[in-house]
């Protein structure tokens, strides 16, 4: 028999605490708090399955309005633009934060492009590096400029996530280009100019890769801020990387493919890290703490104590 855990902190100690609209409620006694038994996560009410197709369906092109309208069919649920768009920020910060932690096995030729787009109304350029071999994403850039500074934090993020410095380079001829890699690789790495890229073998691979960055656009309309861009970019790279299958790869995403623990294969196990139940049952810390005083309202209780007021503590 499976018992009932506590969404939020974990604890068996839970009882029943009525319905709302056909779903059964618990009261937990640990934590004091309420929660529902459906697949939602804590404090949410939406089924889990259901947020976790919004996500896919923003990071494969679709807007939010199409989004809505494939969750009222497919789930009987009408919800918010608004609402999706949250979710789609929240569970962002999780992937791109625990995707920092994987350790991908790439190649040593990369390629690195960038294009123009238009974000809040103004044309800012984005940067993207792949690895040849594996066709995993390393890195993407979002700037209002295309320097020297830029093409250098470019390559230096993807050397980063790859743990290694590529022995060869491959873009455009772009000056940038030039100096930002000779800055943070030195003469460990070979660079490659070329327009159209020609590199033996992998002409296939190019023109995918501008393939990526034009789906990538489309993602990007309509943004106001270019924090928030770059936040959504860093996950539509996770999404490229661990989720989205490619036909060059045997119809798996290039993470799979290294052969490599992945901290996730879904969106739904991105949101699982939210899950309280999967930590140790710790009990709440139940010791009354005090509060905190203002001189003013020291002074004037020490007035009224010294007046002989009842009821005034000193």
């Not at 995993?136 to 830029?150: N, Q, Y």
Request: charged share 25%; glycine share 6%; with cysteine.
């Amino acid at each position: 028999m499976n018992e009932m855990r506590c969404k939020l902190c974990g604890s068996l100690d839970v009882i029943k605490y009525g319905t709302f609209r056909g779903v059964q409620r618990y009261w937990c006694k640990a934590c004091e708090r309420k929660f529902a038994d459906n697949d939602a996560l804590p404090t949410m009410r939406t089924p889990k399955r259901v947020v976790a197709s919004a996500l896919s369906c923003y990071f494969g092109g679709m807007p939010l309005d199409a989004i809505q309208r494939h969750l009222n069919q497919q789930f009987g649920l009408y919800l918010s633009e608004a609402g999706i768009y949250k979710w789609i920020i929240r569970f962002s910060q999780d992937a791109v934060r625990k995707a920092k932690r994987f350790k991908p096995k790439v190649g040593d030729i990369w390629v690195a492009d960038e294009t123009c787009i238009k974000v809040g109304g103004r044309n800012v350029w984005f940067w993207d590096i792949i690895d040849v071999n594996s066709r995993f994403l390393l890195a993407s850039h979002i700037s209002e400029s295309r320097t020297t500074k830029d093409a250098q934090r470019l390559v230096e993020k993807a050397s980063r996530m790859a743990r290694k410095t590529p022995k060869v380079v491959v873009t455009d001829y772009l000056q940038a280009y030039i100096d930002g890699i000779e800055l943070a690789f030195g003469a460990d790495t070979e660079h490659l100019q070329s327009k159209p890229f020609k590199l033996q073998n992998h002409n296939n691979l190019i023109e995918r890769f501008h393939g990526t960055l034009k789906d990538r656009t489309n993602v990007l309309r309509g943004f106001k801020s270019i924090a928030t861009a770059r936040l959504l970019t860093d996950a539509w790279l996770v999404h490229y990387n661990f989720f989205k299958e490619h036909e060059a790869l045997g119809n798996v995403p290039p993470a799979i493919k290294m052969g490599v623990d992945v901290p996730f294969t879904d969106w739904a196990e991105v949101m699982a890290g939210k899950v309280g139940i999967e930590q140790p049952y710790a009990p709440p810390n139940l010791k009354p703490t005090r509060r905190r005083i203002s001189k003013r309202v020291k002074k004037h209780r020490k007035t009224a104590y010294q007046m002989g007021v009842k009821g005034v503590r000193r």
